[in-house]
Nanobody, 118 residues
Framework: QVQLVESGGGLVQAGGSLRLSCAAS????????MGWHRQAPGKERELVAG???????AYADSVKGRFTISRDNAKNTVYLQMNSLKPEDTAVYYC????????????WGQGTQVTVSS
């Protein structure tokens, strides 16, 4: 059974930082691309950062230069370091996994709330 468990969300003031973690189990972590998505109230879910199983990263324009995705294959964990947070970053953040040869994220975590106050 695949499980993705996020942690690290919370309330932070604008300009602050948070680090999200996602611990994966039940899958061959090194064979999966990992992504961080977010969904704000009334908005569609969006992919904010992704990392291939080979370590290549990609970011949404809205977070480039502020967010950094990383992974530790030995710990089956992916991270999202979020700096210079803005109120518009407020959302539920979800970790997701997709097999490296597929294009659809199959496994999802339960989400962690990030709230940025102005």
């Amino acid at each position: 059974q695949v499980q993705l468990v996020e942690s690290g969300g919370g309330l932070v003031q604008a300009g602050g930082s948070l680090r999200l973690s996602c611990a994966a189990s039940g899958l061959t972590f090194g064979a999966y691309h990992m992504g961080w998505h977010r969904q704000a109230p009334g908005k569609e879910r969006e992919l904010v950062a992704g990392m291939s199983n080979g370590g290549s990263a990609a970011y949404a324009d809205s977070v480039k230069g502020r967010f950094t995705i990383s992974r530790d294959n030995a710990k089956n964990t992916v991270y999202l370091q979020m700096n210079s947070l803005k109120p518009e970053d407020t959302a539920v953040y979800y970790c997701a996994a997709r097999y490296f040869s597929l294009t659809t994220y199959r496994y999802w975590g339960q989400g962690t709330q990030v709230t940025v106050s102005s």
